[in-house]
C-alpha cells in the first residue's frame, strides 16, 4: 500500500493532463457521483510486465549468438572483397570492362536496396519470433543459392556478363534483406548504452574473425589457380615487355588450359563451403538471440510516415557527419582490399604469398578488436576512430615503396590495427546518433531502421563508384586478362589504387569527422536524458492501468 502511495503521489504531476489527453483520442469518460472519472480503455492497450527493467542486461551466450548471426556476411564479404574481381579476370575471363560492370551495378543495386529494405522493414508487423527476426531468416536460403551461383562459370561464354550481372545484383538483394535488419537489431537488444556496446564489441569481434575464416576458405583453396606454376616461364619476359597486339600476349602469356577446369572448380568447393556457413550461423542466431521491443520508447497516437521519417533523419546533423566521414574511410579499406590480390600478384613478388599476408591482416584485426572496445571506453569513440585510421597510413606506403617479404607481413600486422578500427567505431558510433536524434525528436519512434538503411546505402553506393572506377583504371591501363605478367602501366596503376588513393579517401574522411558532433559529455548527456523519459513513460502507463 505504501508503494501505491508513493506511485501515485509522484504521479500527481502528470495525471491532470492525461484524461485530456485520452478524450482527444475519442475515448468516452463518464463522471460518478463521487466525480471520479472512469476511463474505458483502448482495446489495443497491453500492459507494462512488472518484471520489465529500464537496463536489459544481456547474457554472454546472447551476446555470441547475436554475433555470430552477422558472421557469414563478412565471411562471404571478404571472400568477394579480395578473390572476386581476379575472379571476374582471370577465370571467368570477361574483361575489365564487363567486370567494372558487374561491380559497380552489383554494389549499386545493393545500395538502392537499402532504403527499399528499410522501408518495407518500417512496415513491418510484430511477430512471435520479433519484426526483424523473420527477414533474417526467410531470405538466407534464397541468399546461399545466389551465392554459390556467383562463383559458378556457365558454359556459355557470349552471355557471362548477364550471368554474374544478374546473380550478383541477386546476392545484394538478398544480403541487404538480412543486413539491414541485424545491423538495427542492435539497438532491440537492450536499451542500455553499455550494453550494447559490449554486444557491438562482440558481434565486430567475431565479424573480425568472420573475415579471417572468409579469406582463409577462399584464399587456401583458390590459391592454387593463381599460383606462378600454372604460367609458361618461358614467355614471363615476353609478357612482361608487352606486345602490340593483345591476342597474342594473351596467346604467349597465358595460363596453361588445363589449369582453368581445376581452378574453377576450386571455386565453386569455396562458394559451397562458406554458404553453408551462412545457415548454420543463423540458425545459431535464431536459437539464442531474443528480439526486444523498447517497451519505454514514447509513442504517439498514430506512426509518422516512412517519407517523413527519412526528412528527419537527413536533417540530423551528427549522422550525416558519421556517414560522410567513414563513408571516404570504407572506400579506402574496400579499394585496398579489392586490389590487394592483384597487387601482390602482379606489381610485386609476392603471388605465392597472398593468401597468408590477408590471413596475417584479418588475424592482426580479430585480435586488436578487444584492444579497441577498451581503448574507446577509456579515450572515447571520437579519438579511438582518429588514431585507430590514421596508423594504416604509413605502412600501406612502405609495403608500395619498400615490397618484400618481411616488410609485408609487418604492414599486415599494423595494417590490422585499422582494418579493426574502420569496423568497430562505425557501428558503435551509430548506435549513439540514434539516441542523439531520440532526444531531438522524443515523438518519433521506429526509425532504427531508416539509420542503418541509408548508412548502408551511402558506403555501398560509394564502394561501388570505386570498385568500378579502379576496375576501369586497369583497363585503360592495358590490362590483359588470363595473363601471368602485366605491363608496367597495369603496375604503376595497382601502386596507387593500393596508397595514394586509399591514403586521400581517409585524409578526406578524418577531416569530416573532426565536427563529429557527440562527444563523451554528449553521449552522457543523452543517456540520461533518455533514461528520464522512459521513467516519464513508465509513470504515465503506470497511472493509466491505475485508473482502469
Known amino acids: 500500500m505504501k508503494a501505491d502511495t508513493s506511485v501515485s503521489t509522484s504521479s500527481a504531476a502528470v495525471s491532470a493532463p492525461i484524461p485530456l489527453d485520452i478524450m482527444a483520442k475519442g475515448e468516452k469518460a463518464s463522471v460518478t457521483p463521487g466525480d471520479k472519472l472512469i476511463i474505458h480503455p483502448e482495446p489495443a492497450f497491453t500492459k507494462i510486465p512488472p518484471e520489465t527493467h529500464l537496463d536489459q542486461k544481456l547474457s554472454v551466450c546472447s551476446k555470441l549468438c547475436f554475433a555470430i548471426g552477422g558472421a557469414p556476411n563478412q565471411v562471404a564479404g571478404s571472400a568477394t572483397a579480395f578473390f572476386l574481381q581476379i575472379y571476374l579476370l582471370d577465370i571467368a575471363q570477361i574483361n575489365p570492362f564487363q567486370a567494372s560492370m558487374v561491380l559497380f551495378i552489383g554494389k549499386a543495386w545493393g545500395a538502392v536496396t537499402d532504403p527499399i529494405v528499410g522501408f518495407f522493414i518500417t512496415k513491418s508487423k510484430w511477430t512471435k519470433i520479433g519484426r526483424l527476426m523473420p ?44 543486413h539491414v535488419p541485424y545491423s538495427a537489431l542492435t539497438m532491440f537488444l537492450s536499451t542500455n548504452q553499455h550494453e550494447r556496446d559490449s554486444a557491438t564489441a562482440y558481434r565486430m ?51 596453361s588450359h588445363d589449369f ?202 560509394a564502394a561501388g563508384i570505386s570498385l568500378g572506377v579502379s576496375t576501369l583504371c586497369l583497363q585503360f591501363a592495358g590490362y590483359n586478362t588470363g595473363a601471368c605478367k602485366q605491363p608496367p602501366p597495369v603496375v604503376f596503376t595497382l601502386k596507387l589504387l593500393i596508397s595514394a588513393a586509399p591514403v586521400a579517401c581517409i585524409i578526406i574522411g ?26 516519464q513513460s513508465i509513470s504515465c502507463k503506470s497511472l493509466r492501468a491505475d485508473l482502469i
Open 205 to 255: 569481434t567475431v565479424e573480425v574473425l568472420g573475415t579471417l575464416v572468409g579469406a582463409a576458405i577462399q584464399g587456401q583453396i583458390v590459391a592454387s589457380a593463381h599460383t606462378l606454376k600454372h604460367c609458361p616461364h618461358h614467355n614471363l619476359s615476353a609478357g612482361h615487355l608487352g606486345n602490340s597486339s593483345g591476342m597474342e600476349i594473351t596467346r604467349t602469356v597465358g595460363p
Open 260 to 461: 582453368l577446369p581445376h581452378a574453377k572448380k576450386m571455386y565453386m568447393i569455396a562458394g559451397g563451403v562458406i554458404g553453408g556457413l551462412f545457415l548454420v550461423c543463423t540458425l545459431i542466431m535464431f536459437l539464442g538471440v531474443k528480439e526486444r521491443d523498447d517497451p519505454y520508447a514514447p509513442k504517439t497516437e498514430r506512426a509518422i510516415p516512412f517519407h517523413k521519417g527519412f526528412i528527419l533523419v537527413m536533417k540530423h546533423g551528427s549522422y550525416l557527419t558519421l556517414t560522410a566521414a567513414f563513408l571516404f574511410i570504407s572506400v579506402a579499406i574496400q579499394l585496398i582490399q579489392s586490389n590487394f590480390v592483384l597487387f601482390c600478384t602482379y606489381a610485386v613478388e609476392l603471388r605465392d604469398h597472398f593468401q597468408n599476408i590477408v590471413l596475417t591482416i584479418l588475424m592482426s584485426a580479430a585480435v586488436s578488436i578487444p584492444f579497441w572496445q577498451w581503448f574507446l571506453e577509456k579515450f572515447g569513440k571520437k579519438t579511438a576512430a582518429f588514431c585507430g585510421i590514421t596508423w594504416i597510413v604509413p605502412f600501406i606506403l612502405m609495403l608500395v615503396f619498400v615490397p618484400n617479404l618481411i616488410v609485408a607481413y609487418v604492414v599486415a600486422v599494423s595494417s590490422g590495427l585499422s582494418v579493426a578500427a574502420s569496423l568497430l567505431l562505425p557501428w558503435s558510433m551509430l548506435p549513439d546518433v540514434v539516441d542523439d536524434f531520440r532526444v531531438a525528436n522524443r515523438t518519433s519512434k521506429g526509425h532504427e531502421a531508416i539509420f542503418y538503411s541509408l548508412y548502408a546505402f551511402f558506403t555501398k553506393f
Open 510 to 535: 578524418l577531416i569530416i569527422l573532426l565536427v563529429y558532433p557527440i562527444s563523451e559529455d554528449v553521449r552522457l548527456r543523452n543517456k540520461l536524458a533518455l533514461e528520464e523519459l522512459r521513467k
Open 135 to 178: 527477414w533474417m531468416v526467410g531470405c538466407t536460403p534464397f541468399m546461399v543459392v545466389s551465392y554459390v551461383y556467383l562463383w559458378f562459370v556457365p558454359p556459355f561464354i557470349t552471355g557471362r556478363f548477364i550471368w554474374y550481372l544478374g546473380f550478383y545484383c541477386l546476392y545484394q538483394t538478398l544480403i541487404t534483406c538480412f
